[in-house]
């Protein structure tokens, strides 16, 4: 199948729009409260996420409080996890009921932290690849600019990942299989054809992002930096960026639905009651 962006991006609307109030509420529970707890229950959370801060600061500080931010990551992974699995459910083809959706949701969780897992291990593998030959030119020949080219060229490579694997969790959700490399190979041949157009597509969307979180999260840094360094401050700080995390959860799951339906085509049951 053909891939187009303003279809993509028209259906994705459409489809956060549908199904506006239980996205809601689900992004609500899996995203926004365990944002805002992240910020409570770990101590100089905001520092430690701060790319201003010192990097020998914050690097001291996470060993101190190593032990509750492992606990609390991987909650939050786990529960942000369940969260996008459900919203996607909801918003595919078969149209479960939120208790299906929600169901669905935790049973994928272990097949996402085995895709997480691999493209971490895919991601390591390519950079050295291409990272280390340039390298070797750069120190033998002594062309520094050449290190730069190996940094954008690793960039360039981790966004072409995201983009290829980024049909991983529509298809353990819609084509009812718990097979993360299965997931992973099915992502690759959907995206195989278009695959510049969809890296181009998520950049856009990746950027557009972080322009407005940067944006909205400096306003109410200020605004939270008034209320002082207490829990008025870190709950300011929790519910912006919980929403932030709403916002952008509910419309990539969406984007991702929108995206598989058009590579993928109908499915065998929209085709049988076609015929019905």
Same mark, same amino acid.
């Given at each position: 199948?053909?891939?187009?962006?303003?279809?993509?991006?028209?259906?994705?609307?459409?489809?956060?729009?549908?199904?506006?109030?239980?996205? *809601?509420?689900?992004?609500?529970?899996?995203?926004?409260?365990?944002?805002?707890?992240?910020?409570?229950?770990?101590?100089?959370?905001?520092?430690? $996420?701060?790319?201003? /801060?010192?990097?020998?600061?914050?690097?001291?500080?996470?060993?101190?409080?190593?032990?509750?931010?492992?606990?609390?990551?991987?909650?939050?992974?786990?529960?942000?996890?369940?969260?996008?699995?459900?919203? *996607? !459910?909801?918003?595919?083809?078969?149209?479960?009921?939120?208790? !299906?959706?929600?169901?669905?949701?935790?049973?994928? *969780?272990?097949?996402?932290?085995?895709?997480?897992?691999?493209?971490?291990?895919?991601?390591?593998?390519?950079?050295?690849?291409?990272?280390?030959? $340039?390298?070797?030119?750069?120190? /033998?020949? @002594?062309?520094?600019?050449?290190?730069?080219? @190996? $940094?954008?060229?690793?960039?360039?490579?981790?966004?072409?990942?995201? #983009?290829?694997?980024?049909?991983?969790?529509?298809?353990?959700?819609?084509?009812?299989?718990?097979?993360?490399?299965?997931?992973?190979?099915?992502?690759?041949?959907?995206?195989? /054809?278009?695959?510049?157009?969809?890296?181009?597509?998520?950049?856009?969307?990746?950027?557009?992002?972080?322009?407005?979180?940067?944006?909205?999260?400096? *306003?109410?840094?200020?605004? /939270? #930096?008034?209320?002082?360094?207490?829990? #008025?401050?870190?709950?300011?700080?929790?519910?912006?960026?919980?929403?932030?995390?709403?916002?952008?959860?509910?419309?990539?799951?969406?984007?991702?639905? #929108?995206?598989?339906?058009?590579?993928? @085509?109908? @499915? !065998?049951?929209?085709?049988?009651?076609?015929?019905?």
């Amino acid at each position: 199948m053909d891939f187009s962006m303003n279809a993509t991006w028209s259906r994705a609307v459409d489809l956060v729009r549908d199904n506006f109030q239980l996205l *809601v509420v689900i992004a609500g529970v899996f995203l926004l409260l365990p944002t805002m707890a992240a910020y409570l229950l770990i101590p100089d959370f905001q520092a430690l $996420i701060d790319p201003t /801060a010192d990097p020998d600061m914050v690097a001291e500080r996470m060993a101190e409080i190593a032990a509750p931010l492992v606990a609390v990551g991987a909650i939050a992974l786990v529960v942000n996890f369940a969260g996008y699995g459900a919203m *996607v !459910a909801l918003m595919g083809r078969m149209r479960p009921t939120v208790g !299906a959706a929600l169901k669905t949701g935790f049973v994928i *969780v272990p097949s996402l932290i085995a895709v997480l897992l691999l493209f971490i291990i895919i991601y390591m593998l390519g950079s050295i690849v291409l990272i280390a030959p $340039i390298s070797l030119l750069a120190t /033998a020949g @002594g062309v520094p600019g050449l290190a730069a080219i @190996g $940094i954008v060229a690793t960039l360039v490579f981790i966004v072409w990942l995201m #983009a290829r694997l980024s049909l991983s969790m529509p298809v353990l959700v819609l084509e009812d299989t718990l097979n993360p490399i299965k997931a992973m190979i099915r992502s690759f041949r959907l995206t195989s /054809a278009r695959q510049w157009s969809i890296l181009l597509f998520w950049a856009v969307i990746f950027i557009v992002y972080m322009v407005i979180s940067l944006v909205v999260t400096g *306003v109410f840094s200020v605004i /939270a #930096a008034l209320a002082g360094t207490g829990t #008025a401050a870190m709950v300011i700080l929790g519910l912006v960026n919980g929403v932030i995390a709403m916002a952008i959860g509910m419309l990539i799951c969406a984007i991702a639905v #929108a995206m598989f339906g058009q590579l993928a @085509g109908p @499915g !065998a049951e929209r085709i049988e009651q076609t015929f019905e």
